[in-house]
């Protein structure tokens, strides 16, 4: 546990000015299908996970399906089990196109220590209720968070304490497709309206605390939202 933990908690490889590798949903879809271990055992030596490229400086385009803080309430030992969603990873389901499913996804975790604030409103795409210790969606949030495409930038990782839980899989979770994964992540960028969203173009991304601010804020949107129907509905 204290290895995968030291291995989470790297913020060292963007500080080495290295150009990340290019990467695609169905990459670590495929390093999955090539990682022989034992499922939920995390190994004593990662020397055969770095071998597959762990720790590499990596960055892909995805589209975002599904964001909470993770273990509120519980706490995790990475994260000196903090229970509240300051302390706590945003746990970010990505697919390779806006519909795909859960099963079908990767994951990228943004790491409390360091995390900007605006990177933290990712995870309120679904929030805790401690009642009844289910997540609940903020779907005005999720549309929101759902409109563009994005590039995140981070450590390559194997998450070898969890199964994999594909489409068909049973008795797993979360879903997901690989236990490859971007954790921690060090770059979260917006596609710009209008480009091509290349990811190997930097001109085609914003980044999303610039992004962010540039919004009018949800409750003022939701104000005139309300406001605009309310006048439709007068017309008529």
């Given amino acids: 546990m204290r290895l995968q933990n030291a291995v989470k908690n790297n913020f060292c490889q963007a500080a080495l000015h290295q150009k990340p590798e290019t990467f695609t949903p169905q990459t670590l879809i495929d390093l999955q299908k090539n990682t022989h271990l034992r499922s939920g055992e995390e190994p004593r030596?990662?020397?055969?996970?770095?071998?597959?490229?762990?720790?590499?400086?990596?960055?892909?385009?995805?589209?975002?399906?599904?964001?909470?803080?993770?273990?509120?309430?519980?706490?995790?030992?990475?994260?000196?089990?903090?229970?509240?969603?300051?302390?706590?990873?945003?746990?970010?389901?990505?697919?390779?196109?806006p519909h795909a499913r859960e099963c079908e996804s990767i994951t990228a975790e943004i790491s409390p220590h360091y995390r900007p604030a605006a990177?933290?409103?990712i995870g309120h795409f679904e929030s805790f209720n401690a009642a009844t210790?289910?997540?609940i969606v903020n779907h005005a949030l999720a549309s929101r968070l759902q409109a563009h495409p994005?590039?995140?930038?981070?450590?390559?990782?194997?998450?070898?304490?969890?199964?994999?839980?594909?489409?068909?899989?049973t008795r797993c979770g979360p879903a997901r497709a690989s236990l490859w994964e971007i954790h921690p992540v060090y770059q979260v960028e917006v596609c710009k309206a209008g480009s091509r969203c290349d990811e190997n173009n930097d001109g085609d991304w914003l980044s999303f605390d610039v992004w962010w601010k540039s919004l009018i804020p949800l409750r003022l949107f939701l104000w005139h939202s309300h406001r605009h129907l309310s006048h439709e509905g007068r017309r008529y």
């Fill in 119 to 121: 990177w933290n409103e």
């Fill in 150 to 169: 994005y590039r995140i930038t981070g450590q390559l990782f194997f998450d070898a304490s969890h199964d994999p839980c594909g489409c068909g899989a």
């Fill in 133 to 135: 210790q289910r997540y």
């Fill in 45 to 97: 030596d990662r020397a055969a996970l770095q071998a597959l490229g762990e720790g590499k400086l990596i960055r892909l385009k995805a589209f975002l399906l599904e964001a909470h803080h993770a273990n509120v309430g519980s706490g995790e030992t990475v994260n000196c089990n903090g229970k509240t969603e300051d302390e706590n990873d945003v746990h970010i389901s990505l697919g390779a196109h």
